[in-house]
DNA sequence: CTTGACTATGTCTGTTCTGACATAGTGATG
DNA sequence: CATCACTATGTCAGAACAGACATAGTCAAG
């Protein structure tokens, strides 16, 4: 059984062959919007890949004491990409929001350090809504008669950004309706 | 150290004196929404808060082989969720979501069963939406008078829903975008 | 010329989490 | 009268994940 975290690589190397190294680089940003992992969870995972013959690689001197492997996907591990992206997930789903979870008890704490609390919140979402619009207008910027063809990778990041987009407004709009409600709520 | 877990139990704890099995059963609903945890992982952690001297139990006959265990908080416990609460949570907030995963593979299958997909989720978020919604009316049915004082646990619950709404509306709009992204893309 | 950042590969320990196993009484449905 | 769902407590194996350890070359800034 392939694991997610296996279906989050082959995603990375169906649209761009890569070495371990550049998968954690890019599970940071841009995958790491929805997806994150360490190199160290990586290196074992491209390991089980390769003994299921979904990716292979070609090696060549690398920086290290190590040879530098450039993985790429097969036809089996194309297949096995192409049928996973249709199938239903799951309706576990579980997500766990640490702020939420502060949220549902702040009626226990002071509405003043409440306030700062989610206002630092604010801050970080809109730095990260500042990328992800720069992404947007970099995907943007290479289809402007209209939105990326279906088949295109580029459609893959054009949706996935527009729900990171989407998504950072509505949380910056709650947080800010957080500290309205906080401060609204204190004597004065 | 407490973990997250820990702190999610000291939430509910906060709110009500209950058994693990209880813990279980609201880590799924109201809870559930922004934090998950199964039975097999609130004892042993309940365990580890007991040992803390977090939280106490008073003891009875219970249904099975072993005693029922009615968990409340001690004044260390209060102390140590109170202190939680407005720490600012730690920036990795990785985020694992297997839907973007797919939308973000997308350009790889089949645009009309892609679309089965996504409508299948308008439907599933749809009623996660109406499930908000009735405990938020339920919310507000308490409190005619404007929102729930800070101070009160309803306000937890008030602003969590409030999120929830918001994003599950958030959701159910990016999706149907999808549907409406893969249709007009297909030919007739 | 030293320090630090970047490229690049791997391992290992400990924690978190899932899913199954195990036990047993009550009450409802068929 | 059997079967199933619910209440209730616990354990255990294994997967997933974070964070540190270990190695080594290049290149830029101070």
Redesign the pocket.
């Known amino acids: 059984?392939i694991?997610?975290?296996?279906y989050a690589i082959l995603a990375m190397l169906a649209r761009q062959p890569?070495?371990?190294?550049?998968?954690?680089?890019r599970s940071r940003r841009p995958i790491g919007y929805f997806w994150?992992?360490?190199?160290?969870?990586i290196?074992?995972?491209?390991?089980k890949l390769l003994d299921a013959e979904l990716v292979r690689?070609s090696a060549g001197p690398?920086?290290?004491?190590?040879?530098?492997?450039?993985?790429s996907l097969t036809e089996t591990g194309l297949e096995a990409l192409h049928e996973w992206v249709l199938q239903d997930p799951?309706p576990?789903e579980?997500g766990?929001d640490e702020l939420l979870l502060k949220a549902y008890s702040i009626w226990t704490a002071d509405p003043a350090g409440a306030q700062e609390l989610f206002a630092g919140q604010v801050r970080r979402h809109q730095d990260r809504l500042a990328e992800y619009e720069a992404d947007w207008e970099l995907v943007e910027s290479r289809h402007q008669d209209g939105p990326p063809p279906v088949s295109d990778p580029d459609f893959g990041s054009y949706a996935t950004l527009r729900c990171g987009i989407d998504y950072e407004c509505q949380r910056i709009a709650w947080l800010t309706w957080m500290c309205q409600q906080l401060a609204g709520h204190r004597p004065g």
Chains 1, 2 share one sequence.
Request: charge should be positive; hydrophobic fraction near 25%.
């Open positions: 059984m694991s997610k975290l296996g890569s070495t371990g190294y550049e998968l954690s680089a994150s992992a360490r190199h160290g969870q290196y074992p995972e491209l390991r690689f690398g920086p290290g004491p190590r040879e530098k492997k450039v993985y799951a576990a579980s766990r």
